[in-house]
């Protein structure tokens, strides 16, 4: 089934129906990774019913699949025992993951309700610290002892609880001390002899990384050379665990997302766009907004140093820098964040309702504040306290106007069958620098022609 | 090994090697990735002699490692017989990159050279569109009818030759016409009952590519249910090949690395900036350049339309827009570029000569042409004669000074072992914007001092 709007549909279909039983089965029928997407897009207190229809099973990975903002907010109106279990039958570094969610608070608690050896393994595994390897991997691998044969290998397979291990396809040759001495795959296993023993049929030249590792380095090293699995060694190399490859995927989607955000001036982590509140979207954008325009008044001040000789500088002209920076920075804003949302498939051309309101009031705050520092600002570099009011009312407005060019276009790109991308922030930024100078200056001309403003000529 | 300088200094040695012998043992040691890596940073006599010193194996799979532009270079001084041969023993979707970059002259002739059966399947995969699944698939994977047990499917894994299949990790179900029922894995087969026949032991709900589909999309739903391959169906469900992780890893740092360079204001492909020649450089990002120069104007005449009313506006800043604009653009792309090349370690720390050298090149000719173009343009819109001089020597320095600002920046944050991705564009732009205001002012006060240059008071 493709993923999107349909299986919103079937989401909404099945809290409809009367019948729990049909409502579950038609639920069970679903993918997490669907019903998650699904979930995100629901009113708050349909995402804890959904939740509650789903299988125990099902609901965990549910959980795992949801950006980090609502799974928060979701544990929190699920019972300890629940989560609990939940920890319990998740993936070790899932299970990591769902611990982060939770917070510290609730931590402790719910360690001393789940088996201990497990307890053990993800006390063992929290040392590491955070976006380290060590975090990441799983100590679930298939190990093997250098004399012993292939037949056995077989057996031990054949015989190990299926949950034993997250993946079998490589089988590591450890020695008693637990050193890495090298790797074979299934495969090879199956084409050896029965009689052949492990260190016979391994290649001992591995890629490998260590625990304390950044998993963004060892994901990218996974993809050069095109693996699905590396070990993970300690200091000593001996063997603590693998770390998989749809872990590594998960890790690289999100720094790249962080470092494309970061390029367009947007701090925060690589979570889901729509998973993310209207505050959060504020937060991530305002810090380097106001960063960047306290720089821009140092543009303004070159005017000023040049505008005072030979070159006469219309005061109004001397905040052109900071209303043009505004705009450029909050399209740019804009245009990244959801063109990356776009290209990940997390925001849909259904979703453009939703989009648009959010980053209207988002702009609105943004421009509030903005406008409000600006007239500030020109008040205390002694500028006419009239001109300050025009400067502190053309700010909101560029703003919005920025924010409205800057995610209209890549969503009617995309609508079109345009790469998003190539509405690109250099172009918002232009485009918006022109049509936020005609507000700025038909602002400006109206005060003037009203009486309010007076320029000096 | 970890990848890097170290490999490269193993390749010079090895060329330093009076013994052909010793020098191949050398290099036989290494990765194929590690050898591409250390060959696009050699000087242009060396690469072919690596790539002769080299196995036939290991030079086929360094070829395909190579960028684009590297590769076809290569190949161009290779003999027939030797690329036909490379053709031959690389997985086909390898050897379908390789025919891309040897271009369509050469194209038949190798066809005609390699075994009828291997021209067959690649000319039934260039039939797909390029950037479809099905051309990025290989026929090679392993099926099973339903009704086979899991002791005859054994047999066959077992019989069949080693290169038979790109991946054994899952078995795929197939119907006498071809139809996908279900898929199991080896892990699966391994405990089952011997005598379980396959359409038992199979799951019958699998996530599906369709030949014609996109690649990047593709590649995007394996990621989201965390796959590592998909099988490949045609319009009637009919099953035709598998699209691999690898595969599928590769595609999406393409297309990813493709939109972070666009919303950079960049265009072109996904290949590894440091295998670019710098005349690609220059054209990757003159185009956008010169149209957001255009666009520029339009502010200028916003400035033009209101300057002519009330508000007196100086002809000296009627180019404020446009300057401030060429330096924010060559910023932005510069840092885009270099930061994302730093993230998937396509550039290191060692090549930062190398990088300054190319940027401070191509940012030479950006500046000239824009610096011509923006002298045409004052000029024909009734620019005094020499304020149109200064702007056209504004434009070079602004962008020269931008594009060394843009390169430093990201290279000094990971130097420092910060994210270069925080040398966000925005605020380069912002860096640039004051700055280069500077350089055109302290241009045009130059001119009034010396008397070249009159402004109106």
Redesign the interface.
């Known amino acids: 089934m493709p993923?999107g709007t349909e299986v919103k549909d079937l989401v909404s279909q099945a809290l409809s129906l009367d019948s729990q039983d049909e409502a579950k089965e038609l639920l069970d029928d679903l993918?997490p990774?669907d019903i998650a997407d699904a979930i995100v897009r629901l009113e708050e207190e349909e995402k804890v019913q959904v939740l509650n229809l789903l299988s125990e099973a099902t609901g965990a990975q549910v959980l795992i699949e949801l950006p980090t903002a609502e799974s928060k907010a979701l544990i929190e109106q699920l019972p300890d025992a629940v989560v609990a279990w939940y920890l319990d039958i998740l993936p070790m570094d899932d299970a990591l993951d769902l611990l982060e969610d939770i917070g510290e608070e609730r931590y402790n608690d719910l360690l001393n309700m789940i088996p201990e050896e497990d307890a053990r393994e993800i006390q063992r595994l929290l040392r590491y610290s955070e976006g380290s390897v060590g975090r990441m991997m799983t100590e679930r691998f298939f190990e093997s002892f250098p004399e012993q044969t292939m037949d056995s290998l077989?057996g031990d397979?054949?015989g190990a609880p299926?949950e034993k291990y997250e993946t079998?396809?490589d089988i590591y040759v450890l020695d008693n001390r637990r050193h890495l001495l090298g790797v074979f795959s299934?495969?090879k296993l199956?084409?050896a002899a029965p009689s052949a023993v492990a260190e016979e049929v391994m290649n001992d030249d591995v890629v490998v990384a260590q625990a304390n590792d950044k998993a963004e380095d060892a994901a990218?090293?996974m993809?050069?050379?095109?693996l699905?699995a590396l070990p993970v060694l300690d200091e000593r190399g001996r063997m603590l665990g693998i770390f998989t490859?749809?872990d590594a995927?998960?890790v690289l989607?999100e720094?790249?997302t962080?470092?494309?955000l970061?390029?367009?001036?947007v701090t925060g982590s690589g979570d889901s766009y729509i998973g993310l509140r209207w505050y959060q979207l504020y937060q991530r954008r305002i810090y380097?907004l106001l960063?960047?325009f306290v720089?821009?008044f140092?543009?303004g001040?070159?005017?000023r140093h040049?505008g005072q000789?030979?070159?006469?500088?219309?005061p109004?002209?001397l905040f052109?820098?900071l209303l043009?920076?505004a705009g450029?920075?909050v399209g740019?804003?804009v245009?990244?964040t959801i063109?990356?949302a776009l290209?990940?498939?997390e925001v849909r051309l259904s979703d453009w309702r939703r989009v648009m309101g959010r980053e209207l009031l988002v702009a609105s705050l943004i421009g509030l504040t903005l406008g409000f520092v600006g007239y500030l600002r020109a008040l205390l570099w002694g500028t006419d306290p009239r001109l300050s009011v025009i400067v502190g009312l053309a700010l909101p407005l560029i703003v919005i106007w920025a924010a409205t060019v800057g995610s209209v276009l890549p969503i009617g790109a995309k609508r079109m069958g345009i790469?998003p991308?190539?509405m690109?922030?250099?172009?918002i930024?232009?485009?918006v620098?022109?049509t936020g100078?005609?507000i700025y200056?038909?602002l400006?001309?109206t005060a003037?022609?009203m009486g309010f403003l007076v320029?000096p000529?």
């Open positions: 993923p993918r990774e077989l397979l054949r299926i079998v396809n299934l495969r199956l084409r990218r090293r993809a050069r050379y095109g699905y490859g749809d995927q998960t989607r720094e790249d962080r470092d494309v970061a390029l367009g001036g380097w960063g960047l720089a821009e140092g543009t001040m070159v005017m040049y000789g030979e070159l006469q500088i219309n109004l002209l052109l820098p043009i920076g450029g920075n740019a804003q245009t990244t063109t990356r290209a990940l498939d790469d991308a190539v690109s922030a250099p172009f930024s232009t485009f620098d022109a100078l005609v200056f038909q400006a001309r003037v022609e320029l000529r």
